[in-house]
């Protein structure tokens, strides 16, 4: 519920649902979304820096 003087934040307004079963719902990223993909990459290489296939 919103407050007087303050706006909706709608969180994921272009989700997707498939029809399929278990349902499964996707969510676009945003340009914000795809600002972090460095990060998430950084990340990722961080994590499996030196394992056995990784």
């Given amino acids: 519920m ?3 003087g303050r706006a909706c934040w709608n ?3 272009d989700r997707r649902r498939t ?3 278990p349902a499964r719902v996707s969510y676009p ?3 914000r ?3 972090l993909l460095p990060v998430l ?3 990722w ?3 499996t820096d030196g ?3 990784g």
């Fill in 45 to 47: 290489d961080w994590g």
């Fill in 51 to 53: 394992r056995p296939g």
């Fill in 2 to 4: 919103a407050t007087p």
């Fill in 11 to 13: 969180p994921a307004p």
């Fill in 19 to 21: 029809a399929s079963w």
């Fill in 33 to 35: 979304g795809y600002a």
């Fill in 41 to 43: 990459r950084a990340m």
């Fill in 29 to 31: 990223l945003t340009e």
